[in-house]
C-alpha cells in the first residue's frame, strides 16, 4: 500500500490533511517511535503528516509563572535550554536519560507525550510538575492536564485530527524539592525498570504538598495519591518514607516482561521510591543527584 508524506506549513494545514486523511492519517514529528510501530506494524497508515517544520510549534518561552515549550521542541533544545536548566532543573536530568544523544536530538517533546507510553521519562516528571498540554483541532483548542491525557498504553486523549501544540510547565514553589529516578537493568540507554518522580513542598521541614508518579509500572504513568496523602502534613522520616513506599507498590500494577517479573518490579517501586523520598528528605534534589545526571551517551 502507497504511503503519502505531507508536509505542513501551519497547524492548520495539519489539521485539515489529519481531517482528510481520517483514520488513515497520522502526526508524525521526529519520527522515533512511529517509524518504530510503521515498522513492526502497529500502524499501517496511508498518510504521513509531518509537523515538524510548522514554525509556530516549536520554541521555549517565558511566561512569567510557567515556561512554554512548543510540541515540536527537541528533548535535546529543550535540557540545552539555559531557562529550563535555572527554573527546572529536574526536567533537564530526566530529559537526559531518555535514550541516546542521538534520539535526544531528534524526539520531541509532544512527540512524547502524544505517544503515550507509561515508560516515557518526561511524562512522569512532568506530571510531577502538574504541567499540561494545549490541543488544537478541528473544534479548536482547549487545555488538558497530563493526568487526563494519558488513558491507556499507547491510548491518550488526543481526539483523530488533534495536535499537541504546546506544553506549559508551572515554576515549582522554592519550598520545592524534586527528583527524578530510573531503575535501568540492562543498559543505561534502555527503558525504565521502575521510573519514580517526586516532589515534595517543603516548609519548616513538614511537607505541605507531595506528589508521588511512577512510571513503567501500570498502563499509563501513574500518581499515587494513597502515599501523596501520608506525606502530606508529616514530618518526612524513615517511617512515613517506608509507609509511603508500601502505598506505591500497592498502586503498582506493572507487567512481566524481559526487563522483570511483575514481583520484581513491584519490589523496585518500593526500593527507588524509598530512595526518592530519603533524598528529597535530607534536601532540593534536582540533576546534580547521580540519578538525575545526564550524560552524552
Ligand atoms: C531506540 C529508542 C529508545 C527510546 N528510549 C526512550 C527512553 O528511554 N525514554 C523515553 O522517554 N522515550 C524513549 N524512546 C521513545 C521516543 O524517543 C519518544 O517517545 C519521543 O520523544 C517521541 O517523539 P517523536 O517526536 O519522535 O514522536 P513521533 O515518533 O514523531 O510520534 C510519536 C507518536 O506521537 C504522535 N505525535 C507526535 N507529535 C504529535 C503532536 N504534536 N500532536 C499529536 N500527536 C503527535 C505520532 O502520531 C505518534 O503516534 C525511545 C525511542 C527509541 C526509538
Not at 517533546?109 to 516515557?120: E, I, M, T
Request: glycine share 12%; proline share 6%; aromatic share 4%.
Amino acid at each position: 500500500m502507497s504511503l503519502d508524506y505531507i508536509r505542513a506549513g501551519t497547524t492548520e494545514d495539519a489539521i485539515a490533511a489529519l481531517i482528510r486523511g481520517g483514520d488513515d492519517a497520522k502526526v508524525v514529528a521526529g519520527g522515533t517511535a512511529l517509524v518504530l510501530m510503521l515498522q513492526e506494524g502497529f500502524i499501517a497508515p496511508r498518510y504521513l503528516v509531518d509537523i515538524g517544520r510548522i514554525a509556530a510549534l516549536g520554541g521555549i518561552r517565558d511566561v512569567g509563572d510557567a515556561v512554554i515549550i512548543g510540541a515540536t521542541t527537541t528533548l535535546w533544545q529543550v535540557m540545552t535550554s539555559p531557562l529550563v536548566g535555572r527554573r527546572l532543573p529536574v526536567l533537564v536530568g530526566a530529559l537526559g536519560r531518555v535514550a541516546t544523544v542521538r534520539i535526544r536530538s531528534v524526539a520531541t517533546l509532544g512527540g512524547n507525550l502524544a505517544h503515550g507510553d507509561p515508560r516515557l521519562d518526561p511524562a512522569a516528571v512532568l506530571l510531577a510538575l502538574d504541567a499540561s498540554v494545549r490541543l488544537a483541532g478541528p473544534d479548536g483548542e482547549r487545555w488538558l492536564g497530563l493526568e487526563e491525557l494519558f488513558v491507556d498504553e499507547l491510548t491518550t486523549a488526543i481526539g483523530p485530527a488533534e495536535l499537541v501544540v504546546e506544553i506549559r510547565i508551572p515554576y515549582p514553589d522554592p519550598s520545592s524539592r524534586l527528583t527524578y529516578r530510573k531503575l535501568v537493568g540492562q543498559t543505561m540507554d534502555d527503558y525504565g525498570v521502575v521510573n519514580v518522580a517526586a516532589r515534595l513542598d517543603v516548609d519548616d521541614g513538614r511537607c505541605r504538598d507531595a506528589r508521588l508518579v511512577l512510571g513503567a509500572v501500570a498502563a499509563t504513568p501513574i500518581r499515587v495519591p494513597a502515599a501523596e496523602a501520608v506525606l502530606r502534613g508529616a514530618g518526612i522520616g524513615p517511617a512515613v518514607i517506608a509507609q509511603a513506599a508500601e502505598l506505591a507498590r500497592e498502586a503498582a500494577d506493572p507487567v512481566g516482561d524481559l526487563r522483570g517479573s511483575a514481583g520484581y518490579k513491584c519490589d523496585m517501586v518500593v526500593v527507588e521510591v524509598r530512595r526518592a523520598l530519603t533524598e528529597l528528605a535530607s534536601g532540593p534534589g534536582g540533576p546534580a543527584t547521580p540519578a538525575g545526571r545526564w550524560s552524552d551517551s
